[in-house]
């Protein structure tokens, strides 16, 4: 079976801490895959379940009728692909301006690569192949919430912004700045991303057998360009400990 999750930009409602709540419909023929990726979806903070269907021709009036933010879709329904449900809902963004784009995450066990090209050509934005455990949707899903929020915060875009979108550019291509070294940047970065829980720049210079001043000049350089997280520590005297988590 294949899934795509198809991302709608869309809605007003609130989560908790005045946040935007990202709005989904879940698409499957099988009811009990529909019932197991929509409490995938509910484990998530700021995603909430608010329909589900089971053949292209529901998902098509599900979607006009609730506006969601994002769909589960499956490509394998009784009557229609879900390419064909997907395509359909860009001719209806065609038709309708003012009517929220949608972007497209595949969630796949097909490994066929026509399925992949199609998927791409009618707008995916990535792909996950099947089996896939929560941990692995989660994540997708807390990704494009992420990529949604900088985009809302941004007036203009710049390359580094581009690339989260897109994907990041071949190795070698991304300049740094002066007096950063590349290898040094990739032993920060897998440094980071070995620590999901976050480090702070002492404790990435111990993980990384740096001196502290050079692994917070690259914590720093992560932070400005949205790869990495800043959040602040607080207890004892003197200022609170700023911690580090790759969001890249």
């Known amino acids: 079976m294949v899934l795509v999750v198809a991302l709608v930009t869309c809605g007003d409602d609130e ?23 929509g409490r995938y979806v509910a484990t998530v903070a700021g995603f909430a379940v608010v329909g589900v269907a089971h053949s292209g021709a529901q998902a098509l009036a599900a979607a006009e009728r609730l506006r969601p933010d994002l769909i589960l879709l499956d490509v394998y329904l009784p ?25 497209v995450l595949f969630i796949t066990a097909a490994r066929d690569a026509e399925v992949v090209r199609a998927a791409l050509r009618a707008g995916a934005l ?9 941990a692995a949707l989660q994540e997708q899903l807390r990704h494009v919430a992420a990529l949604r929020a ?6 203009e875009a710049r390359q580094e912004d581009v690339d ?25 970065e897998h440094t980071l991303r070995a620590h999901p829980a ?4 002492t404790e990435c210079a111990e993980a990384g057998s740096l001196s502290r001043v050079s692994a917070r000049r690259y914590l720093e350089y992560f932070a400005d360009t949205g790869r990495a997280e ?19």
Do not use: C
């Open 198 to 201: 976050g480090l702070s720049a």
């Open 164 to 188: 989260q979108i897109f994907g990041p550019r071949p190795p070698g291509s991304r300049e740094l700045p002066k007096g950063l070294a590349p290898h040094t940047a990739d032993l920060v």
């Open 230 to 248: 800043v959040t602040l520590k607080y207890g004892g005297a003197g200022r609170p400990e700023r911690r580090y988590r790759w969001v890249g």
């Open 79 to 103: 009557d229609m692909d879900g390419i064909a449900v997907l395509r359909e809902l860009r001719a209806a963004e065609e038709r309708d301006p003012g009517r929220a784009p949608v972007d």
């Open 15 to 37: 989560g908790e801490g005045g946040l935007a709540m990202t709005r989904v419909l879940v698409v499957d023929d099988d009811f009990m895959v529909a019932k197991l990726h």
């Open 150 to 155: 900088r985009l809302d915060g941004l007036a």
């Open 126 to 134: 990535h792909y996950l192949i099947k089996p896939f455990n929560q």
